[in-house]
Nanobody, 125 residues
């Protein structure tokens, strides 16, 4: 499985961006997909995740109500709609996927088998 993240860029505070993550290869085997981010000098942190069946969706407290994770099954693509962006959202955003239904463990990086290359999001104040 290969993951290709895109959609990052420079935006002013309060603006919006939509990130995409296209899965190729054995994409049908994926169960859990999610987004993580890493700001300069900080560790990678969880942002949002869902199971491919759509039965469970989780968000980090810091993005709850501002970010929305979604998917297009027909395109094997996951999205992250980011609204009301803040300077503290500045980071490299990574998409990740697992063949397992990670359930409560989906917030941890450890369970993910595949990672995209990352896309830079910069929010100016």
């Amino acid at each position: 499985v290969q993951l290709q993240a895109s959609g990052g860029g420079l935006v002013q505070a309060g603006g919006s961006l939509r990130l995409s993550c296209a899965a190729s290869g054995r994409a049908f085997s994926l169960n859990t997909m999610g987004w993580f981010r890493q700001a300069p000098g900080k560790e990678r942190e969880f942002v949002a995740t869902f199971t491919w069946s759509g039965l469970a969706t989780y968000y980090a407290n810091s993005v709850q109500g501002r970010f929305t994770i979604s998917r297009d099954n027909s395109k094997n693509t996951m999205y992250l709609q980011m609204n009301s962006l803040k300077p503290e959202d500045t980071a490299v955003y990574f998409c990740a996927a697992s063949t397992a239904n990670l359930r409560g463990s989906a917030r941890s990086q450890a369970g993910y088998d595949y990672w995209g290359q990352g896309t830079q999001v910069t929010v100016s104040s």
